[in-house]
């Protein structure tokens, strides 16, 4: 089993900076998938980037966090990172990071989720 504890959420102002962590434990992750989801209130679960574990510089990037937000990992630790950058107020959200084997855009086919970390971005 895998289960994940994702960390690092906050109360910023527009602009600022957050970096988002996510602990992995239990079986190899040499096959999975790294994401990370947000869910705004009243709306749905969508991706906002994901990886390979075994691949980091094939991070893939929702266009609206394009060039805004960059993952990372690290294998010993057995983390993954998400730097988010430059955030705007439509951008508060709970925020998840989750892992599953094989790639899909879709939240409901991802099997193992953290428990989502508040991101709140107001002025």
């Known amino acids: 089993q895998v289960q994940l504890v994702d960390s690092g959420g906050g109360l910023v102002q527009p602009g600022d900076s957050l970096r988002l962590s996510c602990v992995i434990s239990?079986?190899?992750?040499?096959?999975?998938?790294m994401g990370w989801f947000r869910q705004a209130p009243g709306k749905e679960r969508i991706l906002v980037a994901a990886?390979?574990?075994?691949?980091?510089?094939?991070?893939g990037y929702a266009d609206s966090v394009n060039d805004r937000f960059v993952m990372s990992r690290d294998f010993v630790k057995r983390g993954v990172y998400m730097k988010m950058n430059n955030l705007n107020i439509e951008e508060k959200a709970v925020y998840f990071c989750?892992?599953?084997?094989?790639?899909?855009?879709?939240?409901?086919?991802?099997?193992?989720w953290g428990m989502g970390t508040q991101v709140t971005v107001s002025s």
């Open positions: 990886c390979p574990w075994t691949g980091i510089t094939s991070t």
């Open positions: 239990g079986r190899s992750l040499s096959a999975y998938y």
């Open positions: 989750a892992t599953e084997q094989g790639f899909t855009n879709s939240s409901s086919a991802w099997r193992n």
